[in-house]
C-alpha cells in the first residue's frame, strides 16, 4: 500500500501499538516520526530497506544526518518550517529532492511530504513519508532523450512536419519550413498567424480550403497537390497530406507532411509535352496502334485502329485490354492463331513478332508487337501496330517490288532538339553506325563525324535549318569502329503549332557502295573508250599489217623464183667458159663481189622470214586487241577462258615483259564458263597488272620475275590463278585490298578501283569468289573461281 500524495493518514494511525506497527510495515513508502530536535521517533520496514539502516539503528537519528547538504536541502528546510517556535499556516508540505543518503554512503532521489502532528503524540511533531523516485527519474530522463530523438529525426527529415488547428493555425511546424517556403519558424508559427494560407495560389485555395474542412468535419482524407508563394516570391508546387484530426485539451488538431514536388511537376509538364508530339505523330501515321501496360491496360490507341476494327465508341472508353481483345477476336478469320500468338507474347514479355492476320471482311494486315523498355531493360508493356496490307496483297508483283527496295535500301532516322542533341535514333542508325542508342543520346550530333566533319557543308546544313528550310545532301559520316562511310540524308524542322522549331528530323542513307560503284562505273567508262580506241586502232593496224604480210610473201616467193633463175645463169656462165667475151665475164665476177652476192644469197631469205614473223605478231597482237576490247552483249556468254586468258596476256605484254617472265599453265579441256568476257578479260588484266608492279617494286634492274596464271577444273567450277614473285601484302592492310579506292601506290599511279571492280565482277555479277594468299618478300596468289553454269540456268547474280 502507497500514501496518497495528497494526504497522509491520520495520527490514529500512528499510535505505538503493535498493531499498528504492523501496520506501518505493510506500508511501501518509507515513513517516519520526527521530534522537535529533528530525529527520529519511530520508522516502518519500508523506511530502513531504502536507507540501510535497521530500525533500531535509524530510532534516534537525526534526521539532517541522512540528508546531502551539498546537493538539496529541500526535506530539511522544510522540516524546519514546521518547527515548534515557527509554525507554519500550513499543515502539510510536499516536494521532490535528491537527498536521501543511504547507509553506504549512496544518495537517491526521493519524492516526500511532511505533515505536522497536533496536537503532538508523544514526542513526534512531524511525520514524513518518503518515495524512492529513482525509476521515475530515468523514466523522465528516457522520455527527454526520446522526444529529443524524435526533434532531430524531423529536423531531418526532407518533408515539412505540421500540426495545426481547425483554422489552419500552426502549433508545431518542423525546421525544414524555411528552407522550403523562405520563412522563418517564427514567423510562419507566430500565434494565430495563418501565414501559410495567405500565401496559397488563388486557383488553388477553394479546392485545398475545401479538403481541409472536410479533414475536420467529415474525416475526409487529405491529400492536395497546389502552389505556394515562397517569401522570394516564387511559385513552387507541394504535396501536403494529413491524418485523422485528434484532440488535445478540447481542440481538434491535424498532423500533416508537406513536400515540394516542383522537380516532379516540371517533369510531368516535360512529359506530357513528349507525350502530345508522340500522340501527334501516333494520330497521324496510316497503322493503328495500341500500347498496354504490363498490368494489362491500355494505355495509349490512336484513331486508325479504330477504324481498321470499326471499334465501338463505348469500348474506346474501356481501359482494360481484356475487352477490346474479347471484341478484336471476333473479326478475325483464325481466331485460334491470334490469340495463341497474344498469350505466347503477353508470356514471353521479352520478345518481338511480326506476322499478318486476315479478317473475316477481307482485310489483310500487318500485325507487329514488340516490348516496350527502358535503357537499363526494365518491361513496362507491350506496342502493338496494325498495318493495312490489303492492296498490297492483290497486286504482288509490285508488293516483291516494294519490300525489295525497301528491304535494300537501309534508312536511318534520327532526331535531335534544336540544340543538336540527339534525341532519337532509330534501329537502322544503329545498324549502320555500330552506335548503340544509348551511346549517342543526348550528344551533339556533329560530334559522331567530327573527324570527317566538312565546316562548310554544316555551315550551310545548319543555315538552311534554322531558317525552317529542308535541307538535302551528302557527307561523309564515321562509324564507331572508325570506318568512314558516306551518307544522302534529307534533313527536315520540326515545329510547333507557334512556328517554334522543336526538333530536327533526318532521313539518311548509306550512299558508300554507290559512290564506290559511281566511282567504278567512270573507271570503266575510262576502260571503254581506251577499248574502243584500241578497236579502232586494231582495225587501222589490220589493214596495212595484211598488206605488208601479203607483200612479204610475194618477195619471198618472188625471191625463190629468182634465186633459181640466178643459179642458172650462174652455171650458164661458167659452163660457156671461154665462150663468153672475158670482160664480160670480168663484169659479172665483179659484179657479184660488188654485191656481195653470197651475202645476199643467205640473208635476204631470213630477212624475209623474220619480218614474216613480226608481222604475224603484230596480226596476233590486233587480233588479242580486238578480241579484249570487243564490247559484251547483254547476256552472259559460254566462254573459252583459256582463249579469252591468253588474249589478255597478250595485251599485257608490255606491263609484264621489261620485269617478268610469264608462264602459261593451262588446263587442257577446261570446261566453258557462262559469264561476261569483257568482264572477266578486265579481272585477269588488273591482277597481271598488279603481279607485274609489285614484281617490279623487289627487282633490281636487269633482273626479272616470275608471273605464272594457271587454269584448273574445280568441282562445279574453274579456277584462275595469278602467282607473282613480288614483295607480298602486308598483314595490316590485307583486310582491306578489296575496298574502293584503297591503293598503296603512289598518287597519280593507282585508282584503288582495281580489286573493287574485281570482287564486284566475280562476287556480285557472277556468284564466284576471289581470294589471296600472300607472303611477304615471297609473292602474292590470287584465285578466282568462278561457276561452270548451262546457259539456261546462268542469272546474274
Not at 523506511?47 to 529541500?74: C, M, N, V, W
Not at 580506241?533 to 599489217?545: K, R, V
Request: aromatic content about 8%; glycine content about 6%; proline content about 4%.
Amino acid at each position: 500500500m502507497t500514501v496518497p500524495s495528497n494526504s497522509l493518514p491520520s495520527l490514529d494511525d500512528f499510535r505505538p501499538a503493535a498493531e499498528l506497527s504492523i501496520v506501518l510495515d505493510t506500508i511501501v513508502d518509507a515513513i517516519c516520526g520526527i521530534d522537535a530536535d529533528g530525529r527520529v521517533t519511530f520508522c516502518n520496514k519500508a523506511f530502513a530497506e531504502i536507507t540501510g539502516y535497521s530500525k533500531e539503528e535509524a530510532i534516534g537519528k537525526d534526521l539532517h544526518s541522512l540528508l546531502q547538504p551539498e546537493r538539496s536541502d529541500g526535506i530539511a528546510r522544510s522540516s524546519s518550517e514546521f518547527a515548534p517556535t515557527n509554525l507554519p499556516p500550513v499543515s502539510e508540505v510536499h516536494g521532490m529532492d535528491e537527498c536521501l543518503r543511504r547507509k553506504d554512503g549512496s544518495s537517491f532521489p526521493v519524492e516526500y511530504w511532511i505533515r505536522r502532528v497536533e496536537p503532538p503524540v508523544g514526542v513526534t511533531i512531524l511525520v514524513v513519508a518518503i518515495r524512492d523516485v529513482t525509476e521515475l527519474q530515468k523514466a523522465k530522463e528516457g522520455l527527454r532523450e526520446s522526444q529529443e530523438k524524435f526533434r532531430r529525426i524531423l529536423a531531418r527529415m526532407p518533408e515539412v512536419t505540421w500540426t495545426a488547428d481547425r483554422q489552419r493555425r500552426l502549433s508545431y511546424v518542423s525546421p525544414k519550413i524555411e528552407a522550403m517556403l523562405g520563412y522563418t519558424k517564427v514567423e510562419i508559427h507566430s500565434p494565430r498567424s495563418q501565414l501559410w494560407i495567405s500565401q496559397i495560389h488563388a486557383e488553388d485555395f477553394g479546392e485545398v480550403h475545401q479538403a481541409y474542412c472536410d479533414l475536420f468535419e467529415k474525416g475526409s482524407p487529405y491529400e492536395q497537390e497546389y502552389r505556394v508563394r515562397r517569401k522570394d516570391g516564387a511559385w513552387i508546387w507541394v504535396y501536403d497530406r494529413a491524418v485523422t484530426p485528434h484532440e488535445e485539451n478540447g481542440e481538434l488538431y491535424a498532423d500533416g507532411f508537406l513536400s515540394d514536388i516542383t522537380e516532379r511537376k516540371q517533369a510531368e509538364a516535360a512529359l506530357q509535352s513528349q507525350t502530345a508530339f508522340l500522340e501527334a505523330q501516333v494520330n497521324s501515321t496510316i497503322d493503328g496502334i495500341l500500347v498496354v501496360d504490363r498490368a494489362g491496360q491500355r494505355r495509349l490507341s490512336n484513331e486508325r485502329l479504330a477504324q481498321l476494327f470499326q471499334i465501338p465508341p463505348e469500348l474506346l472508353s474501356e481501359k482494360e485490354d481484356r475487352k477490346l481483345l474479347q471484341y478484336v477476336v471476333t473479326l478475325i478469320k483464325n481466331p485460334k492463331s491470334f490469340l495463341e500468338k497474344v498469350n505466347y507474347l503477353y508470356r514471353h514479355p521479352d520478345k518481338t513478332s511480326r506476322d499478318e492476320i486476315e479478317l473475316t471482311n477481307g482485310m489483310i494486315l500487318d500485325r507487329y508487337s514488340s516490348p516496350v523498355v527502358d535503357k537499363s531493360g526494365v518491361y513496362y508493356g507491350r506496342i502493338w501496330t496494325f498495318h493495312d496490307i490489303t492492296e498490297r496483297r492483290k497486286s504482288e508483283d509490285a508488293l516483291q517490288q516494294l519490300s525489295l527496295a525497301v528491304e535494300q535500301s537501309p534508312v536511318s532516322v534520327v532526331i535531335t532538339d534544336p540544340m543538336r542533341k540527339i534525341t532519337y535514333v532509330n534501329r537502322k542508325f544503329t545498324e549502320s553506325t555500330g552506335y548503340t542508342a544509348k551511346e549517342v543520346i543526348g550528344k551533339d550530333s556533329q560530334e559522331l563525324n567530327e573527324a570527317q566533319c566538312n565546316t562548310a557543308v554544316f555551315q550551310n546544313l545548319w543555315a538552311t535549318l534554322e531558317q525552317g528550310k529542308v535541307w538535302r545532301g551528302e557527307f561523309c559520316n564515321t562509324k564507331k569502329n572508325g570506318e568512314s562511310f558516306w551518307e544522302t540524308a534529307t534533313i527536315t524542322p520540326i515545329t510547333n503549332l507557334k512556328g517554334t522549331i522543336t526538333h530536327y528530323l533526318a532521313v539518311k542513307e548509306d550512299i558508300t557502295e554507290r559512290r564506290a560503284l559511281e566511282g567504278q562505273l567512270r573507271h570503266a567508262q575510262k576502260l571503254e573508250g581506251i577499248g574502243q580506241l584500241a578497236a579502232g586502232i586494231a582495225h587501222e593496224i589490220n589493214t596495212p599489217t595484211q598488206f605488208v604480210t601479203d607483200n612479204l610473201t610475194f618477195l619471198r616467193d618472188s625471191w625463190n623464183a629468182t634465186y633459181e633463175l640466178l643459179e642458172q645463169y650462174r652455171k650458164a656462165a661458167q659452163a660457156a667458159g671461154q665462150a663468153f667475151p672475158s670482160a664480160v665475164l670480168h663484169e659479172l665476177h665483179q659484179a657479184e663481189e660488188d654485191c656481195d652476192l653470197p651475202f645476199i644469197v643467205s640473208e635476204v631469205p631470213r630477212a624475209i622470214e623474220q619480218s614474216l614473223e613480226g608481222a604475224g605478231r603484230v596480226a596476233k597482237i590486233v587480233h588479242a586487241m580486238k578480241e579484249f576490247s570487243h564490247p559484251d552483249s547483254a547476256d552472259k556468254t559460254a566462254t573459252d577462258l583459256n582463249k579469252t586468258i591468253d588474249s589478255t596476256i597478250t595485251v599485257a605484254r608490255n606491263e609484264w615483259k621489261y620485269v617478268s617472265e610469264l608462264v602459261k599453265d593451262f588446263e587442257d579441256n577446261l570446261p566453258a564458263v557462262v559469264c561476261y568476257p569483257g568482264d572477266i578479260n578486265q579481272v585477269v588484266l588488273n591482277l597481271i597488272v598488279n603481279a607485274a608492279h609489285t614484281i617490279k617494286e623487289k627487282v633490281r634492274d636487269g633482273e626479272k620475275g616470275q608471273i605464272t596464271v594457271r587454269t584448273r577444273k574445280r568441282s562445279d567450277c574453274v579456277e584462275i590463278s595469278v602467282t607473282d614473285t613480288g614483295k607480298g601484302i602486308p598483314e595490316a592492310i590485307r583486310n582491306r585490298v578489296f575496298d574502293p579506292f584503297f591503293t598503296t601506290k603512289e598518287v597519280g599511279k593507282g585508282t584503288g578501283q582495281g580489286l573493287a571492280l574485281a570482287y564486284t565482277v566475280v562476287v556480285k555479277k557472277h556468284g564466284g569468289k576471289i581470294w589471296f594468299e600472300s607472303e611477304v618478300e615471297k609473292g602474292t596468289t590470287f584465285f578466282v573461281t568462278l561457276p561452270t553454269l548451262s546457259l539456261d540456268s546462268s542469272e546474274e547474280a
